[in-house]
């Protein structure tokens, strides 16, 4: 982590700056405000820009002027402002304030590429002190601290084990390649703080993080007990800070118990898996009676869900979430089939709408659910059997056609996806499957055409009729025949209110009549050719 030399003063343009320290009661001082590093090194880089040189022009204006600027001369405002900022900044973490504050540069000379301006900075008493640390950063920056040496030893392993291999006592530490100057003078300081959490509830968990990765590498456990707490308190914002808190802390020795608080924010020790948890979350939303709240539930757990597809990489995982999914979409349909039985019942039409208003909206409710689940697998690659599953509800087809469409229609909206899934590849069920679930739905889609288009806001007619087309042109030319021209009968009648299926009406036509009129003639050449070669010549 750290270089030791032996001290050597350095030649060369210096410029060292003490600055005013905070004195505890006790002798001790404590970590100076960050605004000194930052004017610090700020005003160091303005310095060690290369100026542009003087042109002529502005060289004699300048000699023309000065006699009128030696008259008007005065102490720099700026200097004074500066100064008055470090004691500002520094008034809240003392009890009393050393206010000395001395600038001493040595006589400028000429620029050299070879040497640069080096600032240094002093912090601390010496006159109560028995040992200096000298911190080299980067940039030629470097800081002085005057520190105490049982102080040091008593908080820090790693300053203890580095004094106890001098056999002499060392009156100067020089540590270099020093990556967060700043942040080892703060953690040092903290080493004379008794109310370490006071300190630290004024930081952000940026520097809070800063400070734990000084801490560590110093061995001061105060200090990494501290900012555990304060980890484990303090909220996290955003994903990325919550990141870099997790990172941070992992890093951290496994025998630190403390580490175990912050990491269970995002770790979790019950036995439950979390596949017991999402089948309970669905079972919540799939129960939910409140219009607003289900539906942005709903739309909030399947972007979830579709943000983080290894939610389940595990085989045996998702094959039990999968499972439980086809057990809360068979509960659905049992509940559904029990609704249309209620509703085909004769004199259910002319009842009140107190009863039947409420079978009706858990009519609409069931469809619901079962759509949702149907994304949900559909996403997984795993609604293969749903379609089966619905391709097999004959019954409820056949109660289809004995309900008003306004209670109905949103039944065949999942039709619809099951068609618009199969169009789109999403789902690949076997043909007998697609052939059932043609034969059992189609009719009832094509009698709800009409409501579909003007009653759900989420049906999508160029989107439902490609898929209707390439679900009927993956069967079997015979069974397209079949089906396309049982449509054409409807469309023929309704227009408009019957679904339009002329692109696949026009791709069945082409492999009726064009390829196989095509293939028939390639046969008559191919038998004229080989009858020409046969005939002897004359």
Not at 104 to 109: D, S
Not at 379 to 405: C, G, I, N, Y
Request: proline residues 5%; glycine residues 4%.
């Amino acid at each position: 982590m750290a270089e030791f030399r032996v001290p050597k003063v350095e030649q060369g343009h210096t410029k060292i700056r003490s600055v005013p320290i905070a004195v505890t009661p006790e002798g001790f001082w404590c970590c100076p405000s960050p605004v000194i590093f930052q004017k610090t090194l700020k005003s160091h880089n303005l310095q060690n820009k290369p100026k542009p040189p003087a042109s002529p022009q502005n060289t004699s204006t300048q000699k023309k002027q000065s006699p009128q600027n030696d008259k008007r001369t005065a102490p720099t405002p700026s200097r004074a402002r500066v100064l008055s900022d470090d004691q500002k900044a520094l008034s809240s973490d003392a009890v009393s304030l050393n206010t000395t504050t001395m600038v001493v540069e040595r006589p400028a000379k000429p620029n050299n590429d070879n040497s640069r301006r080096k600032v240094a900075i002093e912090f601390g008493d010496p006159g109560t002190s028995d040992l200096k640390v000298v911190l080299f950063g980067k940039q030629g920056f470097s800081v002085k601290m005057s520190v105490h040496r049982s102080v040091l030893v008593e908080n820090s392993s790693f300053f203890a084990e580095q004094l106890s291999q001098n056999q002499s006592p060392l009156s100067c530490l020089e540590i270099g390649d020093c990556d967060d100057v700043e942040i080892y003078v703060e953690t040092v300081g903290l080493m004379y703080c008794k109310e370490m959490k006071q300190r630290l509830i004024k930081q952000n968990v940026a520097r809070v993080l800063r400070l734990l990765k000084v801490a560590e590498l110093l061995g001061f456990q105060t200090c990494i007990h501290s900012c555990l707490e304060y980890l484990e308190a303090v909220p996290w914002v955003g994903e990325e800070e919550e990141e870099k808190v997790v990172s941070s802390v992992r890093h951290l020795k496994s025998d630190n118990l403390r580490v175990n608080p912050v990491l269970k924010r995002v770790a979790s020790d019950a036995s439950r898996p979390p596949n017991d948890t999402l089948t309970h979350i669905m079972e919540l939303v799939l129960k939910s009676n409140e219009e607003k709240g289900r539906r942005e539930m709903k739309t909030l757990v399947l972007r979830l869900l579709r943000e983080n597809n290894n939610l389940l990489s595990d085989v045996n995982s998702a094959e039990i979430c999968s499972k439980n999914i086809y057990n809360s979409c068979q509960s659905c349909l049992n509940s559904l089939l029990n609704l249309f039985k209620q509703a085909a019942e004769p004199g259910f039409v002319d009842t009140s709408m107190e009863s039947k208003g409420p079978v009706a909206k858990q009519i609409s409710l069931e469809a619901d659910n079962l759509l949702w689940l149907l994304d949900i697998l559909a996403d997984r690659q795993a609604a293969e059997e749903f379609a089966l599953m619905w391709a097999t509800q004959v019954e409820l087809a056949t109660l289809h056609s004995k309900l008003p469409t306004v209670s109905r229609h949103l039944i065949s909206c999942i039709t619809a996806r099951l068609f618009v899934g199969i169009g789109k590849g999403e789902l690949l069920p076997s043909k007998d499957t697609r052939q059932l679930l043609l034969q059992t739905w189609f009719q009832p889609l094509i009698d709800d055409y009409f409501w579909l288009q003007y009653s759900c806001r989420s049906f999508d007619r160029k989107v439902v009729e490609e898929g209707i087309g390439r679900t009927i042109l993956t069967l079997p030319l015979e069974d397209q025949q079949s089906i396309l021209m049982a449509w054409l009968g409807c469309f023929l009648k309704a227009g408009d209110n019957c679904p339009n299926l002329q692109k696949a009406f026009e791709v069945w036509w082409r492999r009726t009549f064009l390829r196989s009129y095509v293939e028939q003639h390639e046969e008559d050449l191919l038998q004229v050719g080989e009858a020409s070669s046969t005939t002897p010549s004359t």
